[in-house]
């Protein structure tokens, strides 16, 4: 069976693109599970019940999140009502929502775990020994990961110390696709899946925001940018039986 993972909607121009590209991307790919990281899909961050929903109807089975999960209070009530809508596992107890959910596809579940890196982030709980306990929870033989994270050095501890024992580890966060795909012991791994948001930004925010920031040092709110969007996944082909990655392809496509 093939799933496809998509990296960090950002804002208005993100889901849009999102809502014209993917039926044909999961065409293309012969998706019959989709993933979409929505952390910063509400217009300037955050997730909002709204961008949730039109990430849903664009063809999300799965939307992850990430540092900015909470940012919206609209989404609070649907971490709560919605299995398939997940943060970080690794928030702790007493935090609305799921860090992972199983969705039963008939003859067959998939696992999606959503966990979030500590290494130049907010602190959280140790996402490794996080992801050994949901292991021991877990009965899909299919499981995907997204680790959103800074580091790539974390996010590569993450796909080895997952090699063997999850179908695939893919790195969210950082907006920028890395080129390092590759599977390891069955689990593909990718240590990011990089944006689906606007090519004439820095990271999908406008970019004279953040240079502003840079060269005369004045925090300003992040403002996202709009214009030609690119959608970035991934696609993985994943054996049913044994849970094993048989292959992993990078995506990366312009909507005008
Ligand atoms: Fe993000
Ligand atoms: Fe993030």
Known sequence: ???LFIGDVVGDAGVK???????????????DFTIVNGENSSEN???SAR???DIFSAGADV??????????????????????????????????????????????SVAVINLMGTAFMQPVDNPFKCADELLKQITSRIIIVDFHAEA?????????????????????????????????NGTGCLTDAGMTGPVNSILGVRKEIII???????????????GECRINGVCLEIDRRSG??????????TIQ
């Not at 996010?155 to 969210?172: N, P």
């Not at 094993?244 to 990366?252: D, G, L």
């Open 1 to 3: 069976m093939k799933i």
């Open 17 to 31: 693109a999102l809502l014209s590209g993917l039926p044909d991307m999961r065409r293309e790919c012969g998706a």
């Open 45 to 47: 961050n955050g997730i």
């Open 51 to 53: 961008s949730a929903d």
């Open 63 to 108: 939307i992850t999140t990430g540092n900015h999960a909470f940012r919206r209070k609209s989404i609070l009530a649907e971490y709560e009502h919605n299995e398939r809508l997940i943060r970080p596992a690794n928030y702790g107890d007493g935090v609305a929502g799921r860090g992972y959910c199983e969705v039963d596809c008939g003859a067959y």
């Open 152 to 184: 790539t050095s974390e996010k590569s501890a993450m796909s080895w110390y997952l090699a063997g024992r999850v179908s695939a580890v893919i790195g969210t966060h950082t907006h920028v696709q890395t080129a390092d795909e590759r599977i390891i």
């Open 212 to 226: 502003d920031k840079f060269v005369n040092y004045i925090p300003r709110p992040h403002i996202f940018a709009d």
């Open 244 to 253: 094993q990655c048989v292959s992993i392809e990078r995506i990366c496509k």
